[in-house]
């Protein structure tokens, strides 16, 4: 699911979320401790998604995204520009990385 069309005629984006770590180490994985390689794991079934109206709520999008699998959690955040909402990006994290 990367582009998805909403019912106002906005579309979303949705990546894999990379983390700032993992961006700077890139592929190179060695030296990595157990606890290191879970995390990673873990952040594997976590998806950014973009461009999001500031009118969404967590709701809709737990009802569109559960149905490519089980949610952990959804982290909903505002953009804003001055006391103005103007979007919104949310990173959803799912059960199993098949799911994400």
Do not use: C, W
């Not at 976590?46 to 982290?75: C, D, M, R, W």
């Amino acid at each position: 699911m990367n582009k998805h069309k909403l019912e106002s005629g906005n579309v979303m984006i949705v990546s894999r979320h990379v983390s700032k770590k993992e961006n700077a180490l890139g592929d190179n994985k060695k030296g990595m401790g157990m606890i290191s390689q879970i995390k990673r794991e873990t952040f594997n079934s976590n998806v950014y998604v973009k461009f999001l109206p500031a009118t969404l709520t967590q709701e809709e999008l737990h009802k569109t995204f559960s149905q490519a699998g089980t949610i952990i959690s959804i982290n909903l955040k505002q953009m804003k520009s001055g006391d103005y909402v103007t979007g919104q990006f949310a990173y959803i994290l799912y059960d199993k990385v098949e799911e994400a």
